[in-house]
């Protein structure tokens, strides 16, 4: 098993910027794709962006593309979410996930951080 612990969540001005971390431990994260998800309230889970086991490739969702990079330091056991140009739609609870595959599917994440708040203010 792996768990893992997000932080760096916290209230930003609308043009700001946020770096999320995400600690793994129990495993070695190499072997995982890995991604980030949202949600808002009222809203369904979405998928924000995801990397591979190498961290040779990519997935964004389209609303993200351009502000947000995703990162990742195997050594460090740590996955990152640069979040840049942030706007108020981007306020969300963020969840980092270990994956089986690197998809948009949050069903194919078997394992899952708490989460932590962002908020942006207009």
């Known amino acids: 098993q792996v768990q893992l612990v997000e932080s760096g969540g916290g209230l930003v001005q609308a043009g700001g910027s946020l770096r999320l971390s995400c600690a793994a431990s129990g495993r070695t994260i190499s072997t995982y794709p890995m991604g980030w998800f949202r949600r808002a309230s009222g809203k369904e889970r979405e998928f924000v962006i995801g990397i591979s086991r190498s961290g040779g490739s990519r997935y964004y969702a389209d609303s993200v593309k351009g502000r947000f990079t995703i990162s990742r330091d195997n050594a460090k056991n740590t996955v990152y979410l640069q979040m840049n140009s942030l706007k108020p739609e981007d306020t969300a609870v963020y969840y980092c996930?270990?994956?089986?595959?690197?998809?948009?599917?949050?069903?194919?994440?078997?394992?899952w951080g708490q989460g932590t708040q962002v908020t942006v203010s207009s």
């Open positions: 996930a270990a994956g089986t595959i690197l998809t948009t599917r949050s069903r194919e994440y078997n394992y």
